[in-house]
Protein backbone atom coordinates (compact mmCIF):
# COMPACT_ATOMS: atom_id res chain seq x y z
CA UNK A 1 0.00 0.00 0.00
CA UNK A 2 1.69 3.44 -0.85
CA UNK A 3 1.54 6.67 0.53
CA UNK A 4 -1.41 7.74 -1.61
CA UNK A 5 -3.52 4.84 -1.04
CA UNK A 6 -3.97 4.50 2.89
CA UNK A 7 -7.25 3.74 4.22
CA UNK A 8 -9.09 6.26 5.79
CA UNK A 9 -9.85 4.07 8.86
CA UNK A 10 -5.77 4.36 9.41
CA UNK A 11 -4.84 5.79 12.85
CA UNK A 12 -1.25 6.78 10.88
CA UNK A 13 -0.08 6.97 7.74
CA UNK A 14 3.28 4.92 8.11
CA UNK A 15 5.02 7.12 5.06
CA UNK A 16 4.67 10.42 7.29
CA UNK A 17 4.18 8.58 10.85
CA UNK A 18 8.04 7.21 10.22
CA UNK A 19 9.62 10.22 9.46
CA UNK A 20 7.93 12.64 12.11
CA UNK A 21 8.87 10.19 15.10
CA UNK A 22 12.01 10.84 14.19
CA UNK A 23 11.69 14.59 15.87
CA UNK A 24 10.62 12.63 18.91
CA UNK A 25 12.68 14.74 21.04
CA UNK A 26 15.64 13.04 22.38
CA UNK A 27 17.84 15.87 23.19
CA UNK A 28 21.07 13.77 22.78
CA UNK A 29 22.74 10.62 21.50
CA UNK A 30 23.21 9.97 25.34
CA UNK A 31 19.72 10.30 26.64
CA UNK A 32 18.44 8.11 23.29
CA UNK A 33 21.14 4.76 24.31
CA UNK A 34 19.80 5.11 27.62
CA UNK A 35 16.48 3.90 26.33
CA UNK A 36 18.10 0.84 25.31
CA UNK A 37 20.20 0.14 28.64
CA UNK A 38 17.21 0.54 30.11
CA UNK A 39 15.34 -2.21 28.33
CA UNK A 40 18.29 -4.50 28.74
CA UNK A 41 18.04 -3.92 33.08
CA UNK A 42 14.85 -4.31 32.73
CA UNK A 43 15.57 -7.83 31.08
CA UNK A 44 17.71 -8.58 33.79
CA UNK A 45 21.18 -7.82 31.81
CA UNK A 46 24.21 -7.70 33.92
CA UNK A 47 26.58 -6.56 30.78
CA UNK A 48 26.09 -4.21 27.77
CA UNK A 49 27.93 -3.25 25.24
CA UNK A 50 28.12 -0.49 23.56
CA UNK A 51 29.86 -0.32 19.63
CA UNK A 52 30.53 2.85 17.93
CA UNK A 53 32.21 2.12 14.14
CA UNK A 54 32.09 3.51 10.64
CA UNK A 55 31.35 1.56 8.35
CA UNK A 56 33.65 2.81 5.99
CA UNK A 57 35.90 6.34 5.87
CA UNK A 58 33.57 8.91 5.85
CA UNK A 59 29.94 6.93 5.77
CA UNK A 60 27.48 7.40 9.04
CA UNK A 61 28.37 6.16 11.81
CA UNK A 62 26.68 2.86 13.08
CA UNK A 63 25.67 1.94 16.82
CA UNK A 64 25.70 -1.57 18.09
CA UNK A 65 24.45 -2.19 21.49
CA UNK A 66 24.35 -6.06 22.62
CA UNK A 67 23.22 -7.71 26.20
CA UNK A 68 23.16 -10.62 28.27
CA UNK A 69 19.50 -10.21 29.35
CA UNK A 70 16.92 -12.76 28.54
CA UNK A 71 16.45 -11.99 25.55
CA UNK A 72 12.90 -12.18 23.83
CA UNK A 73 10.23 -14.40 22.59
CA UNK A 74 9.59 -14.73 18.92
CA UNK A 75 6.00 -13.23 19.60
CA UNK A 76 8.11 -10.65 21.84
CA UNK A 77 10.38 -9.78 19.25
CA UNK A 78 7.84 -9.03 16.61
CA UNK A 79 6.14 -6.59 18.70
CA UNK A 80 9.54 -4.71 20.34
CA UNK A 81 9.51 -2.38 17.07
CA UNK A 82 5.70 -1.76 17.05
CA UNK A 83 5.41 1.88 18.87
CA UNK A 84 2.83 1.23 22.05
CA UNK A 85 4.08 -2.95 21.63
CA UNK A 86 5.67 -3.39 25.19
CA UNK A 87 3.80 -6.20 26.74
CA UNK A 88 4.08 -4.52 30.06
CA UNK A 89 2.21 -1.30 28.78
CA UNK A 90 1.40 1.49 31.70
CA UNK A 91 3.82 -0.72 34.21
CA UNK A 92 4.80 1.50 37.13
CA UNK A 93 7.52 -1.63 38.44
CA UNK A 94 10.89 -0.29 36.51
CA UNK A 95 12.06 1.85 33.30
CA UNK A 96 9.48 1.30 30.59
CA UNK A 97 6.00 2.35 30.98
CA UNK A 98 4.69 2.74 27.25
CA UNK A 99 6.39 0.82 24.49
CA UNK A 100 7.82 3.57 22.85
CA UNK A 101 11.33 4.01 23.70
CA UNK A 102 13.04 1.28 21.72
CA UNK A 103 11.34 2.72 18.50
CA UNK A 104 11.30 6.08 18.96
CA UNK A 105 15.18 6.09 20.12
CA UNK A 106 16.05 3.99 17.80
CA UNK A 107 14.55 6.00 14.78
CA UNK A 108 15.53 8.89 16.45
CA UNK A 109 19.27 8.43 15.47
CA UNK A 110 19.15 6.26 12.85
CA UNK A 111 17.65 5.37 9.44
CA UNK A 112 17.47 1.62 9.75
CA UNK A 113 17.51 -0.32 13.09
CA UNK A 114 17.40 -3.89 13.34
CA UNK A 115 16.74 -6.01 16.52
CA UNK A 116 18.09 -9.29 17.00
CA UNK A 117 17.46 -11.74 19.86
CA UNK A 118 17.69 -15.18 21.03
CA UNK A 119 17.09 -17.34 24.04
CA UNK A 120 18.50 -20.62 25.92
CA UNK A 121 21.06 -20.94 22.85
CA UNK A 122 18.49 -21.68 20.58
CA UNK A 123 18.32 -19.54 16.82
CA UNK A 124 18.58 -16.13 17.03
CA UNK A 125 15.90 -14.09 15.19
CA UNK A 126 15.64 -10.45 13.42
CA UNK A 127 13.36 -7.83 12.96
CA UNK A 128 14.20 -4.57 11.77
CA UNK A 129 12.50 -0.79 10.71
CA UNK A 130 14.05 1.18 7.61
CA UNK A 131 12.88 4.53 7.54
CA UNK A 132 13.84 5.01 3.77
CA UNK A 133 11.97 2.21 3.00
CA UNK A 134 8.61 3.02 4.93
CA UNK A 135 9.00 6.60 3.53
CA UNK A 136 8.30 5.29 0.07
CA UNK A 137 5.63 3.03 0.37
CA UNK A 138 7.09 -0.14 1.74
CA UNK A 139 4.63 -2.09 3.77
CA UNK A 140 5.89 -2.44 6.98
CA UNK A 141 7.23 -6.14 7.65
CA UNK A 142 8.07 -7.18 11.25
CA UNK A 143 7.69 -10.79 11.34
CA UNK A 144 11.13 -12.53 12.59
CA UNK A 145 13.63 -13.69 10.21
CA UNK A 146 15.73 -16.75 11.77
CA UNK A 147 19.68 -15.46 11.50
CA UNK A 148 22.61 -18.10 11.14
CA UNK A 149 24.92 -18.51 13.74
CA UNK A 150 26.00 -20.09 16.68
CA UNK A 151 24.18 -18.55 19.60
CA UNK A 152 24.98 -19.26 23.22
CA UNK A 153 23.04 -18.43 26.80
CA UNK A 154 20.31 -15.78 25.74
CA UNK A 155 20.91 -12.10 24.88
CA UNK A 156 19.36 -8.99 22.61
CA UNK A 157 21.81 -6.99 19.55
CA UNK A 158 20.09 -3.61 18.01
CA UNK A 159 22.26 -2.20 15.52
CA UNK A 160 21.48 1.31 14.42
CA UNK A 161 22.47 1.62 11.04
CA UNK A 162 23.10 4.95 9.14
CA UNK A 163 23.19 7.43 12.06
CA UNK A 164 23.05 10.59 10.36
CA UNK A 165 21.58 12.76 13.69
CA UNK A 166 25.22 12.56 15.15
CA UNK A 167 26.85 16.07 14.89
CA UNK A 168 30.63 14.63 15.97
CA UNK A 169 33.23 14.92 13.42
CA UNK A 170 35.17 12.26 15.94
CA UNK A 171 34.23 9.01 17.25
CA UNK A 172 36.77 9.40 19.98
CA UNK A 173 34.85 13.33 21.22
CA UNK A 174 31.84 11.17 20.91
CA UNK A 175 33.08 8.13 22.89
CA UNK A 176 33.76 10.93 25.47
CA UNK A 177 30.61 12.21 25.50
CA UNK A 178 28.86 9.66 26.15
CA UNK A 179 31.18 7.91 28.86
CA UNK A 180 30.28 10.98 30.92
CA UNK A 181 26.76 10.90 30.57
CA UNK A 182 25.92 7.38 30.41
CA UNK A 183 28.34 7.14 33.32
CA UNK A 184 26.19 9.52 35.11
CA UNK A 185 22.81 8.05 34.60
CA UNK A 186 23.42 4.69 35.13
CA UNK A 187 25.81 5.62 38.26
CA UNK A 188 24.19 3.50 40.63
CA UNK A 189 24.13 0.64 39.05
CA UNK A 190 27.57 0.76 38.02
CA UNK A 191 28.87 1.87 41.38
CA UNK A 192 26.89 -1.52 42.89
CA UNK A 193 28.26 -4.02 40.84
CA UNK A 194 24.86 -4.70 39.10
CA UNK A 195 26.03 -3.28 35.81
CA UNK A 196 29.22 -3.98 33.33
CA UNK A 197 28.53 -1.11 30.59
CA UNK A 198 31.53 -0.97 28.35
CA UNK A 199 31.96 1.24 24.68
CA UNK A 200 34.00 0.13 22.35
CA UNK A 201 35.83 -2.17 24.64
CA UNK A 202 36.22 0.41 27.60
CA UNK A 203 34.56 -0.26 30.68
CA UNK A 204 32.54 3.39 31.87
CA UNK A 205 32.96 4.50 35.27
CA UNK A 206 30.10 5.91 37.41
CA UNK A 207 30.30 9.44 37.23
CA UNK A 208 28.20 11.38 40.85
CA UNK A 209 27.33 15.08 40.36
CA UNK A 210 27.12 15.29 44.19
CA UNK A 211 30.80 14.13 43.64
CA UNK A 212 30.40 12.02 47.38
CA UNK A 213 32.60 9.15 45.53
CA UNK A 214 34.88 11.58 43.65
CA UNK A 215 38.74 11.98 45.54
CA UNK A 216 40.16 15.29 44.78
CA UNK A 217 43.67 15.50 46.48
CA UNK A 218 41.89 13.30 49.22
CA UNK A 219 39.00 14.89 49.85
CA UNK A 220 35.20 14.15 48.85
CA UNK A 221 31.89 15.58 49.43
CA UNK A 222 30.09 14.81 52.51
CA UNK A 223 26.16 14.92 52.96
CA UNK A 224 24.67 18.11 54.64
CA UNK A 225 22.09 16.44 56.03
CA UNK A 226 20.66 13.05 56.81
CA UNK A 227 18.09 11.75 53.74
CA UNK A 228 15.12 13.75 53.71
CA UNK A 229 12.02 11.19 52.67
CA UNK A 230 8.18 12.74 51.62
CA UNK A 231 5.34 10.62 51.20
CA UNK A 232 3.15 11.09 48.49
CA UNK A 233 -0.03 9.42 47.17
CA UNK A 234 -0.45 8.30 43.57
CA UNK A 235 -3.45 8.40 41.69
CA UNK A 236 -3.91 4.77 42.26
CA UNK A 237 -3.91 4.86 45.70
CA UNK A 238 -0.55 3.29 46.56
CA UNK A 239 1.66 5.71 48.81
CA UNK A 240 5.62 6.21 47.98
CA UNK A 241 8.58 8.29 48.91
CA UNK A 242 10.37 10.86 47.82
CA UNK A 243 13.88 10.75 48.94
CA UNK A 244 16.34 13.71 48.66
CA UNK A 245 19.90 14.49 49.84
CA UNK A 246 22.06 16.86 49.63
CA UNK A 247 25.80 17.40 49.60
CA UNK A 248 28.54 19.92 50.49
CA UNK A 249 31.84 20.49 48.71
CA UNK A 250 34.73 20.67 50.64
CA UNK A 251 35.30 24.62 50.28
CA UNK A 252 38.71 24.32 51.93
CA UNK A 253 39.69 22.16 50.52
CA UNK A 254 39.31 22.53 47.16
CA UNK A 255 38.72 26.34 46.70
CA UNK A 256 42.37 26.40 45.76
CA UNK A 257 41.95 24.26 42.61
CA UNK A 258 42.25 25.85 38.98
CA UNK A 259 39.54 26.76 36.89
CA UNK A 260 40.28 23.82 34.39
CA UNK A 261 40.39 21.09 37.13
CA UNK A 262 37.35 22.41 38.78
CA UNK A 263 35.30 22.06 35.62
CA UNK A 264 37.10 18.61 35.15
CA UNK A 265 35.57 17.21 38.50
CA UNK A 266 32.43 18.67 38.20
CA UNK A 267 32.52 21.50 40.59
CA UNK A 268 32.17 24.96 37.77
CA UNK A 269 29.34 24.18 36.11
CA UNK A 270 27.77 21.74 38.37
CA UNK A 271 25.01 23.48 40.28
CA UNK A 272 21.70 21.95 40.25
CA UNK A 273 19.21 18.72 41.07
CA UNK A 274 19.74 15.67 39.86
CA UNK A 275 16.36 13.59 39.40
CA UNK A 276 16.40 9.94 39.55
CA UNK A 277 13.96 7.79 38.74
CA UNK A 278 13.69 3.58 39.78
CA UNK A 279 17.87 4.84 40.38
CA UNK A 280 18.69 6.52 36.79
CA UNK A 281 18.70 9.84 36.14
CA UNK A 282 16.08 11.06 34.04
CA UNK A 283 16.91 14.71 34.78
CA UNK A 284 19.25 17.45 36.05
CA UNK A 285 18.75 21.45 36.47
CA UNK A 286 17.13 23.72 38.73
CA UNK A 287 14.01 21.80 39.76
CA UNK A 288 11.58 22.38 42.90
CA UNK A 289 13.88 25.18 44.69
CA UNK A 290 10.47 27.45 45.02
CA UNK A 291 11.70 31.32 43.96
CA UNK A 292 15.25 30.31 44.81
CA UNK A 293 17.58 31.58 41.89
CA UNK A 294 20.70 30.04 40.99
CA UNK A 295 24.11 31.28 41.95
CA UNK A 296 27.72 30.70 41.55
CA UNK A 297 27.78 29.95 45.10
CA UNK A 298 25.50 26.93 44.54
CA UNK A 299 28.23 25.13 42.74
CA UNK A 300 29.28 24.16 45.81
CA UNK A 301 26.53 22.21 47.22
CA UNK A 302 24.34 19.61 44.90
CA UNK A 303 20.86 17.94 45.67
CA UNK A 304 19.27 14.69 44.68
CA UNK A 305 15.91 13.87 44.09
CA UNK A 306 14.94 10.18 44.13
CA UNK A 307 11.43 8.58 43.59
CA UNK A 308 9.69 5.08 42.15
CA UNK A 309 7.64 5.01 39.08
CA UNK A 310 4.36 4.82 41.00
CA UNK A 311 4.53 8.61 41.55
CA UNK A 312 5.23 9.56 38.11
CA UNK A 313 2.15 11.81 37.66
CA UNK A 314 4.05 13.82 40.55
CA UNK A 315 6.67 14.04 38.23
CA UNK A 316 5.49 14.70 34.91
CA UNK A 317 7.43 12.29 33.35
CA UNK A 318 7.23 12.42 29.59
CA UNK A 319 7.26 9.87 27.28
CA UNK A 320 10.65 9.97 26.44
CA UNK A 321 12.25 10.02 29.87
CA UNK A 322 13.90 13.01 29.79
CA UNK A 323 12.54 15.79 32.03
CA UNK A 324 10.14 16.36 34.30
CA UNK A 325 7.05 18.93 34.96
CA UNK A 326 6.28 18.77 38.47
CA UNK A 327 2.53 18.68 40.03
CA UNK A 328 1.61 21.45 41.86
CA UNK A 329 0.90 18.79 44.81
CA UNK A 330 5.00 17.91 44.23
CA UNK A 331 6.20 21.64 44.40
CA UNK A 332 3.64 21.94 47.56
CA UNK A 333 5.20 19.38 49.39
CA UNK A 334 9.01 19.54 48.70
CA UNK A 335 9.21 23.18 47.11
CA UNK A 336 8.85 25.54 50.63
CA UNK A 337 11.45 23.00 52.76
CA UNK A 338 13.84 22.35 49.56
CA UNK A 339 14.36 26.25 48.98
CA UNK A 340 14.96 26.66 52.90
CA UNK A 341 17.84 24.31 52.58
CA UNK A 342 19.25 25.77 49.37
CA UNK A 343 19.12 29.08 50.70
CA UNK A 344 20.90 27.84 54.06
CA UNK A 345 23.43 25.98 52.16
CA UNK A 346 23.98 28.84 49.92
CA UNK A 347 24.75 30.96 53.29
CA UNK A 348 27.59 28.02 54.77
CA UNK A 349 29.03 28.45 50.83
CA UNK A 350 29.58 32.11 51.49
CA UNK A 351 30.54 31.77 55.12
CA UNK A 352 33.18 28.97 54.05
CA UNK A 353 34.67 31.44 51.71
CA UNK A 354 34.86 34.35 54.14
CA UNK A 355 36.65 31.56 56.11
CA UNK A 356 38.97 30.87 53.49
CA UNK A 357 39.73 34.29 53.10
CA UNK A 358 40.24 35.39 56.36
CA UNK A 359 42.48 32.42 57.18
CA UNK A 360 44.63 33.46 53.49
CA UNK A 361 44.79 36.44 55.39
CA UNK A 362 46.48 35.43 58.54
CA UNK A 363 49.33 33.73 56.46
CA UNK A 364 51.64 36.05 57.75
CA UNK A 365 51.07 36.10 61.20
CA UNK A 366 51.40 32.68 60.93
CA UNK A 367 55.11 32.36 59.21
CA UNK A 368 56.87 35.44 61.52
CA UNK A 369 55.52 32.77 64.52
CA UNK A 370 57.12 29.98 62.98
CA UNK A 371 60.09 32.18 62.73
CA UNK A 372 59.90 33.02 66.02
CA UNK A 373 59.57 29.76 67.35
CA UNK A 374 63.00 28.73 67.33
CA UNK A 375 63.92 30.86 69.97
CA UNK A 376 61.05 29.94 72.49
CA UNK A 377 60.81 26.85 74.83
CA UNK A 378 60.64 23.87 73.26
CA UNK A 379 57.11 22.05 73.25
CA UNK A 380 57.05 18.56 73.32
CA UNK A 381 54.49 16.39 71.23
CA UNK A 382 54.44 12.10 70.96
CA UNK A 383 55.65 11.25 67.58
CA UNK A 384 58.12 13.76 66.39
CA UNK A 385 58.67 15.51 69.53
CA UNK A 386 60.70 18.96 68.83
CA UNK A 387 61.50 21.34 66.66
CA UNK A 388 59.49 24.48 65.72
CA UNK A 389 56.05 24.46 65.31
CA UNK A 390 53.90 25.76 62.88
CA UNK A 391 50.59 27.89 63.15
CA UNK A 392 47.44 28.26 61.48
CA UNK A 393 44.47 30.11 62.17
CA UNK A 394 40.68 30.04 61.20
CA UNK A 395 37.78 31.13 62.09
CA UNK A 396 33.75 29.28 62.36
CA UNK A 397 31.05 28.86 64.55
CA UNK A 398 31.92 28.09 68.57
CA UNK A 399 29.19 27.77 71.21
CA UNK A 400 29.26 31.91 72.12
CA UNK A 401 31.11 32.00 75.57
CA UNK A 402 34.13 30.79 73.74
CA UNK A 403 36.80 33.42 72.20
CA UNK A 404 38.74 30.81 70.44
CA UNK A 405 40.09 27.45 71.13
CA UNK A 406 43.50 26.01 70.18
CA UNK A 407 45.09 21.86 69.46
CA UNK A 408 48.40 21.04 68.98
CA UNK A 409 48.49 18.28 66.65
CA UNK A 410 51.74 16.77 64.42
CA UNK A 411 53.69 19.90 65.65
CA UNK A 412 50.61 22.23 64.26
CA UNK A 413 49.09 25.02 66.74
CA UNK A 414 45.98 25.47 65.20
CA UNK A 415 43.85 28.35 66.48
CA UNK A 416 40.06 28.65 65.39
CA UNK A 417 38.52 32.28 66.48
CA UNK A 418 34.59 31.97 67.22
CA UNK A 419 32.94 34.33 64.46
CA UNK A 420 29.84 34.54 67.13
CA UNK A 421 32.10 35.46 70.49
CA UNK A 422 31.79 39.60 70.22
CA UNK A 423 35.50 39.76 70.46
CA UNK A 424 35.57 38.76 66.64
CA UNK A 425 33.71 41.64 65.36
CA UNK A 426 34.91 44.19 67.97
CA UNK A 427 38.94 43.28 67.00
CA UNK A 428 38.69 42.52 62.88
CA UNK A 429 36.09 44.82 62.23
CA UNK A 430 37.65 47.92 62.68
CA UNK A 431 40.51 46.64 60.75
CA UNK A 432 38.39 47.56 57.48
CA UNK A 433 37.82 50.99 57.93
CA UNK A 434 42.14 51.43 58.28
CA UNK A 435 44.55 51.44 54.97
CA UNK A 436 45.79 48.88 53.86
CA UNK A 437 49.52 49.14 55.42
CA UNK A 438 47.45 50.46 58.91
CA UNK A 439 45.61 47.38 58.78
CA UNK A 440 48.08 44.85 58.43
CA UNK A 441 50.36 46.14 60.75
CA UNK A 442 47.67 45.78 63.38
CA UNK A 443 46.15 42.87 62.30
CA UNK A 444 49.88 41.14 62.32
CA UNK A 445 50.07 42.14 66.14
CA UNK A 446 46.66 41.15 66.97
CA UNK A 447 47.10 37.59 65.62
CA UNK A 448 50.68 37.43 67.46
CA UNK A 449 48.98 38.08 70.68
CA UNK A 450 46.25 35.34 70.09
CA UNK A 451 49.17 32.51 68.77
CA UNK A 452 51.38 33.61 71.89
CA UNK A 453 48.71 33.23 74.30
CA UNK A 454 47.46 29.59 72.77
CA UNK A 455 51.10 28.98 72.63
CA UNK A 456 51.53 29.82 76.48
CA UNK A 457 48.65 27.78 77.55
CA UNK A 458 49.85 24.57 75.02
CA UNK A 459 53.50 24.78 76.92
CA UNK A 460 51.47 24.71 80.69
CA UNK A 461 49.03 21.85 79.21
CA UNK A 462 51.93 19.87 78.66
CA UNK A 463 53.57 20.57 82.06
CA UNK A 464 50.59 19.45 83.45
CA UNK A 465 48.45 22.61 83.90
CA UNK A 466 45.17 22.37 82.79
CA UNK A 467 44.80 25.95 80.95
CA UNK A 468 40.59 25.59 79.60
CA UNK A 469 39.00 27.09 83.05
CA UNK A 470 41.50 30.12 82.37
CA UNK A 471 41.00 30.09 79.18
CA UNK A 472 37.03 30.30 79.33
CA UNK A 473 37.03 32.32 82.04
CA UNK A 474 38.94 35.35 80.61
CA UNK A 475 37.07 34.65 77.55
CA UNK A 476 33.82 35.09 79.64
CA UNK A 477 35.02 38.16 81.29
CA UNK A 478 36.30 39.92 77.76
CA UNK A 479 32.66 39.15 76.24
CA UNK A 480 31.11 40.76 79.13
CA UNK A 481 33.30 43.76 79.21
CA UNK A 482 32.93 44.50 75.29
CA UNK A 483 29.19 44.14 75.13
CA UNK A 484 29.24 47.04 77.96
CA UNK A 485 31.77 49.15 76.05
Not at 221 to 236: G, Q, T
Not at 262 to 279: D, F, N, Q, T, Y
Not at 336 to 365: D, G, M, W
Amino acid sequence: MDRQTHRRDDLVVSSNFIRAIRESGYVSLSTALAELIDNSLQASATQVEVTITRPTAGSLPEIRVEDNGEGMSRSQLEACLRFGGSSRFDERQSFGRFGMGLPAASLSQARRVEVTSWQNGHTANQVFLDVDAIAVGTPVDLHARPQSGITTGSGCLVVWRSCDRIEYRRLAWLERALRRDLGRMYRRFLSNGDLTLTINGRQVDPVDPLLLMAKVEGHSARLAFEPLRYELAASSGETAFVTVRFAMLPVHKWHHLDNMTKRRVGIVGGAGVSILRASREIASGWHLMGAKRKENYDDWWRCEIEFDPILDEHFGITINKQGIRPSQVLQEALGPELESIARLLNSRVRQAFEEVKFQAATETSCRIAEAADVDLPVIRTAGKGSGALSYRIGSEQLPIETMFISALKRRTLDVTLNVDHPAFAALYRPLQTLSDEAAGELRIALELFLLSFARTTALLDRDGHNCDALLQLWSRTYGRMLQKS
